[in-house]
């Protein structure tokens, strides 16, 4: 069997210099350069992005697209419009591949129904803000989980900062949806499973990631994930998803859901315990609790925003965990 052409597709957004990082070690490939072609595009990016990629030589083929300032959904597809490989690989601007990032994945499309997922590790003597160092430690512990089988990868794991399929699932899924700036890669990730694709993890197509992040940003990421939680399931008919979300809100640790309980929807209380979060999270031995408990709380504070509020959410939650005999969760916290 011919090995089959790739398409990597790289939005990016005013990181000029991490991009350049990227390309250099896009052309360091060990997979067949004739194979691979490159689709940059520039989501709006003002930092230089679009005066270098205008002067780049590559040894692979490159193809350069400028668009105003969609986001990185809107900028995948346009990505989508221009690939040409039977496999569609999706990198960000931040994760630099390894030398045989591309063969890994193309290794393990042993079959057309297959999303590969590489990690996105931290980067040896990358020195990282406490909340990205978090957050690291938790994909960490996902691989290593997804590796030694305690748990087959899902749609939940897929992070187009590095992942695989076959460009037609793409373009029958009608690609990512515009309308979230959040959670747009596992959105479409649940719809690529309702069509019966596997989800498989190759730990050997790694991608080193340089990540940063303001606090704040971080600090919204969850929330716009809780929100788009309850968005999935109300209006995406992934019925199962706030179902499971409020019930793993039950086996959440005691000091988290007490956290919950405590701030959720009372702004007067949420402000100062998220400022002594923060300060917690630069202290190394309360930092992973610290941040554990402040993407929790978003990430709670989210659903209960689109849901309608503090009561909703506990109610629902109580609804879906409480069970004759046993306490409620609010009464366990």
């Known amino acids: 069997m011919n090995a089959p052409t790739v398409t990597v597709i790289l939005p990016t957004y005013n990181r000029v210099d991490r991009l350049r990082r990227v390309l250099t070690a896009l052309q360091a490939q060990v997979y067949p350069h004739p194979l691979i072609d490159v689709v940059v595009i520039s989501d709006g990016s003002t930092d230089g992005t679009n005066a270098y990629m205008a002067g780049m030589q590559s040894v692979l083929a490159l193809h350069f697209v400028e668009q105003p300032n969609q986001g990185a959904a809107a900028a995948r597809n346009t990505g989508l419009q221009h690939a040409t490989g039977e496999i569609v690989l999706f990198l960000d601007d931040d ?39 978090w957050e690291q430690a938790m994909l960490t512990k996902q691989y290593d989980d997804m590796q030694q089988g305690r748990w087959e990868p899902t749609a939940r794991q897929f992070y187009t900062g590095n992942s695989s ?32 694709l596997r989800f498989v993890f190759n730990a050997n197509a790694i991608g080193w990631h340089f990540a940063e992040r303001s606090f704040s940003s971080w600090l919204d990421t969850p929330y716009q994930y809780g929100r788009n939680d309850v968005i999935f399931t109300r209006d995406k008919g992934q019925h199962w998803l706030l179902p499971t979300q409020l019930a793993e809100f039950g086996s959440r640790h005691p000091l988290i859901r007490a956290l919950v309980r405590g701030c959720l929807g009372r702004p007067l209380v949420a402000m100062p315990a ?24 978003q990430h709670y504070q989210g659903i209960a925003d689109e849901l309608g509020g503090r009561h909703a959410f506990f109610a629902i939650s109580n609804e879906i965990t409480h069970k004759p005999g046993q306490p409620s969760v609010t009464e366990r916290t």
């Open 165 to 196: 399929l076959r460009r037609h699932w793409l373009t029958e899924s009608g690609g990512f949806d515009p309308g979230f700036r959040r959670a747009e890669d596992v959105e479409l990730g649940y719809r690529l499973a309702g069509r019966g």
């Open 274 to 297: 998220l400022a002594l979060l923060r300060l917690a999270a630069h202290i190394p031995p309360l930092s992973r609790m610290a941040c554990s408990s402040l993407f929790n709380l």
């Open 95 to 133: 994760v630099v591949p390894s030398a045989n990032l591309i063969s890994e994945h193309i290794r393990s499309h042993d079959a057309d129904d297959v999303v590969v997922l590489g990690p996105m590790l931290s980067p040896p003597g990358f020195a990282m803000q406490p909340w990205v160092h």
